[in-house]
């Protein structure tokens, strides 16, 4: 079946440091790929998307690219704040059966420390 | 308000008590489903709706069961809670078909004694 895998955390980065969340995926067919970012007490909302390979998703300075030939959907930015500091949970959609499911990877808590 | 609205945001109970959660949403989307997060695992799909008469099982429905009540409304139960159904559950809607960006209520923090 479908599955995403990210890189376990937490990550702790300074204020302005690179940010790199890595994420790779299986899936048949072609999927769309999505990060979701959770902050504390909050519901997941929508960070990028990107709907088809070579195709860039980007949002609030995040970026990632989706890359068929190495599965990958890695989530950077070049400059993070506190304010930054959520879980990012990357996910994929795909067709199962008559239903478009999305699978999510188990999720990437980000620190920043000023 | 909220797009997505859960109650209650925080609930405590006993082994094989009932429980509800709802949610209502404002989005005027068609599509509602019902998470879970646990700590490690990320989300899992509990219980889908694609309209008021079209409900499916996800990946985890056992020991849940839900309810249509109108397009806007979708509840969870839980008949007999148990402890291992203490986590963070989510209400989520979306619009259709295609790359659907999914819309998350804040969430039901449940805890089963």
């Known amino acids: 079946g479908d599955s995403v895998t990210q890189m376990e955390g937490p990550v702790t980065l300074s204020e302005e440091a690179f940010l790199t969340i890595n994420c790779t995926y299986t899936a048949t067919g072609y999927p769309s790929l999505f990060w979701y970012v959770q902050y504390p007490g909050e519901g997941l909302q929508l960070l990028l998307k990107?709907?088809?390979?070579?195709d860039k998703g980007s949002n609030k300075g995040f970026e990632a690219t989706y890359r068929k030939e190495t599965t990958s959907f890695h989530l950077e930015k070049g400059s993070v704040q506190v304010s930054d500091s959520a879980v990012y949970f990357c996910?994929?959609?795909?067709?199962?059966?008559?239903?478009?499911?999305?699978?999510f990877g188990t999720g990437t808590k980000l620190q920043v420390i000023p | 308000d909220a797009d997505v609205t859960q109650t209650p945001r925080n609930r405590i109970t006993k082994t094989g008590k009932r429980i509800m959660l709802e949610c209502s949403q404002t989005?005027?989307?068609?599509?509602m489903y019902w998470y879970r997060q646990d700590p490690g695992l990320g989300l899992r799909l509990i219980y889908y709706?694609?309209?008021?008469?079209?409900?499916n099982k996800g990946e985890i429905s056992d020991g849940y069961s839900v309810s249509r009540q109108a397009q806007a409304k979708f509840s969870l139960s839980l008949e007999s809670a148990i402890p291992n159904q203490t986590a963070l559950y989510f209400c989520?809607?979306?619009?259709?078909?295609?790359?659907?960006?999914?819309?998350f209520g804040a969430g039901s923090r449940l805890t089963v004694l």
């Open positions: 990107a709907t088809k390979a070579d």
């Open positions: 996910a994929l959609q795909a067709r199962s059966g008559g239903y478009q499911k999305v699978t």
């Open positions: 989520a809607t979306s619009e259709g078909a295609g790359a659907n960006v999914l819309t």
């Open positions: 989005k005027g989307h068609d599509r």
């Open positions: 709706s694609f309209d008021v008469k079209d409900i």
